[in-house]
């Protein structure tokens, strides 16, 4: 009998408000850049939810057909925000 490895990869996912395509519905997609993948929800949990689903499956499709798992690097990368201050004496248009 083989014995089966346990791997636990951590994957860096990114989510973001957004609006169902013909219901303008709103929904909160999640995207994992490493991968390649996105998937969606009606809240946050459920897109994380979903995601972990599709990022599973992908890594099973990739080892299937022999190729590499790409693997995040996150000590090698920092994500920050940062505000920057603009002054015009005319109003900027922000988009939404």
């Excluded at 946050?44 to 979903?50: D, F, H, M, S, V």
């Amino acid at each position: 009998m083989k014995t089966q490895k346990k791997y636990i990869l951590n994957y860096r996912v990114i989510l973001k408000p957004d609006k169902r395509t013909g219901g303008n519905k709103p929904c909160f997609v999640a995207y994992c850049p490493t991968l390649g993948v996105a998937d969606d929800g009606n809240s946050t949990q459920e897109a994380l939810k979903n995601i972990r689903k599709t990022i599973a499956f992908h890594l099973e499709c990739l080892q299937k057909e022999g190729k590499e798992i790409p693997v995040d690097k996150p000590n090698e990368e920092l994500v920050t925000n940062t505000q920057i201050e603009l002054s015009s004496s005319s109003p900027f248009r922000f988009a939404n």
